[in-house]
């Protein structure tokens, strides 16, 4: 019996160091894991990007005529999505259907999304921001005094996506743009500070859309 006895808590001791080995393991592989630096140029070819918005659909279901593969889209799209807790966007013009789509499946994944963006352009015809604002997402736009010319989106706070791109489907299917994706405390904190500065001024309670001398 006390052999056994002997034989089971040696057995526990090494499942326990094993455990703690396999914990140490992965502390170090997060130390390591380098922060992300990517730079994407558009135009973008056009491919399916089903696979990537898709919320239940099974593998192999979509039957899309588009090719497959990775693209500047696609993966624009992969860093938008791996949000998990907050996703702040202040973009010029917003019309592409497939970001629209990411940034709601975003948000009813419980993501919390605000978005920032100009008064005359939203309007026009294809803007996302009507879907955006239906699907329960707070927006907040200037008084056309200037344009609201930003173009960029934080990450979970800690990772900005910037350049040139607006986010509509001839910038990234025809234009010569540029996308910069990094993780750094030193830009990202900036960027935080003019989107909650923006948030602020725009926030409607303090639209004014008569002059004084018209009232």
């Known amino acids: 019996m006390w052999p056994a006895v002997a034989r089971r808590r040696a057995g526990l001791a090494l499942a326990v160091l094993a455990a703690a080995l396999a914990l140490e393991a992965l502390a170090a592989w997060r130390r390591r894991r380098r ?4 730079v994407l140029f558009f135009p973008s070819r056009v491919t399916c990007t089903e696979a990537l918005l898709a919320e239940a659909a099974p ?15 696609s993966r624009l799209l992969r860093r938008l999505l791996s ?42 015809s294809g803007s996302q921001i009507g879907h955006l604002r239906r699907a329960g997402i707070p927006v907040r736009h200037d008084q056309d005094n200037g344009f609201m010319h930003h173009k960029f989106a934080i990450v979970d706070k800690k990772m900005l996506i910037t350049g040139s791109l607006n986010w509509t489907t001839q910038a990234i299917q025809n234009n010569r743009e540029n996308v910069l994706i990094v993780e750094d405390a030193e830009y ?7 989107f909650e500065r923006i948030w602020e001024e725009y926030n409607p309670i303090n639209y004014t859309f008569f002059s004084k001398e018209n009232k």
Request: proline share 10%; glycine share 6%.
């Open 59 to 73: 593998p192999g279901a979509c039957r899309c005529p588009l090719p497959r593969g990775d693209c500047p889209l």
């Open 35 to 38: 922060p992300v630096r990517e």
């Open 188 to 194: 990202v904190k900036p960027f935080l500070a003019e």
């Open 83 to 124: 949000a998990r807790r907050s996703l702040e966007i202040c973009l010029f013009a917003f019309s592409s259907p497939q970001l629209g789509r990411a940034v709601q499946l975003l948000h009813r994944r419980g993501v919390r999304v605000r978005v920032v963006t100009d008064a005359q352009y939203m309007a026009l």
